[in-house]
Nanobody, 115 residues
Framework: QVQLVESGGGLVQPGGSLRLSCAAS????????MGWYRQAPGKERELVAR???????ELKDSVQGRFTISRDNAKKTVYLQMNNLKPDDTAVYFC?????????WGKGTLVTVSS
């Protein structure tokens, strides 16, 4: 069973940047999608970004041009670089991987954007 551990969340002012990391406990095939969902208070969980080999990375429309997803398969890690953060980006960010049709989730890391 894959275990995922996120890091990099925190409190940042509007316009600031954060980099989230998610390390997997075992090697993930590059063809298996990895990425990030987020859930804000009182809202449903939503896809932010995902990446897999052979396809362009997918990003939620509202984060296009501000967020970048990348992946280092050798380190079994997926990253989310978040720039020009806005208060609406405040949420718990969850890393995921889908391996052989099975979804695995991290416990989440809180990102708070506030002045």
């Amino acid at each position: 069973q894959v275990q995922l551990v996120e890091s990099g969340g925190g409190l940042v002012q509007p316009g600031g940047s954060l980099r989230l990391s998610c390390a997997a406990s075992e090697t993930i095939l590059s063809s298996d999608p990895m990425g990030w969902y987020r859930q804000a208070p009182g809202k449903e969980r939503e896809l932010v970004a995902r990446i897999r080999s052979g396809r362009d990375p997918e990003l939620k429309d509202s984060v296009q041009g501000r967020f970048t997803i990348s992946r280092d398969n050798a380190k079994k890690t997926v990253y989310l670089q978040m720039n020009n953060l806005k208060p609406d980006d405040t949420a718990v960010y969850f890393c995921f991987v889908r391996e052989n049709g099975i979804w695995y989730w991290g416990k989440g890391t809180l990102v708070t954007v506030s002045s």
